[in-house]
């Protein structure tokens, strides 16, 4: 599978990414300190003084005053609604169809989505899943800190993680990853965990791209990967959190992937969800 996935209710669960710091070299021309000399230390003395006689001014006024009474703790008419609404003007709960968290609480695999045309599910990865389903051990070994991931996305309640991969030719792939989490605001943690490394000349190495429909969501286009007597190697992701849910997309290649190809892709997603 791909990046990020973990364990459901009967199911495995996921993990996390770091990135390193660059190294600040030393100045080439070493700067001096301006030095201290008698008239510093008498300015210095004369702020001490003046600090002192202004807090000891200050309390002797604060202390002529009389006491400002408090807040009552309790008030009236506070209360909301001020008195239920009649049997008859109660709202209809919302309808499954328009209620995300009942859709998220069924079967997470069906709401990944649908594979793009002309691609056919990728065995060789899809057999990492079990029946659509990632263990959240599974999940946190596409990241290079394992032992780690495993840990924080068990601290975050993480539930499940559904996936499906898929190729296309001879050289294209692509990954979905559904991680759901027990509260919507740890799907959004580590979707800007995430996101946070994206920047870092060693990921995607730029702010990436908003993704029209989402808040925060956004995809990458990486710089191709070059290695002599290898093909070259081409990346792009998504990653954005709706609800208790986050999803990382990732598309590889050994030819150039279109903004289109990774946008097309997250919009569809998110409008899943």
Known sequence: MHPND?????????????????????????????????TTLIIAAAAVLGIAGGIATGYGVQAGRAPTPLAALSQPGLAYPAK????GEVPDPL??????RVRTDGDLRKLIVPRPKGWQEDKSLAALTQDGWLGVEDYALDFESEDYMFSDLLDQDIRRVAGAAW?????????????????????????EDQRSYMPQKRSAGNDGTAIKGSTEGRYYLFPARREAGYLPFYQARAVFSRGDVMVDIHLYDSAPISKRDIRTLAERQLERL
């Open 6 to 38: 973990s364990v459901s209710d009967g199911q495995p669960e996921p993990p996390v990414e770091a990135a390193g710091a660059g190294e600040h070299p030393e100045p080439a021309v070493s700067v001096k300190r301006r030095p201290r000399g008698r």
């Open 95 to 100: 309808p499954a169809s328009q209620d995300r």
């Open 84 to 87: 239920a609404l009649p049997a």
């Open 167 to 191: 190729k296309k030719g001879e050289s294209r792939s692509g990954t979905v990853c559904l991680v759901q989490f027990r509260s919507g605001a740890a799907a959004a943690a580590h979707a």
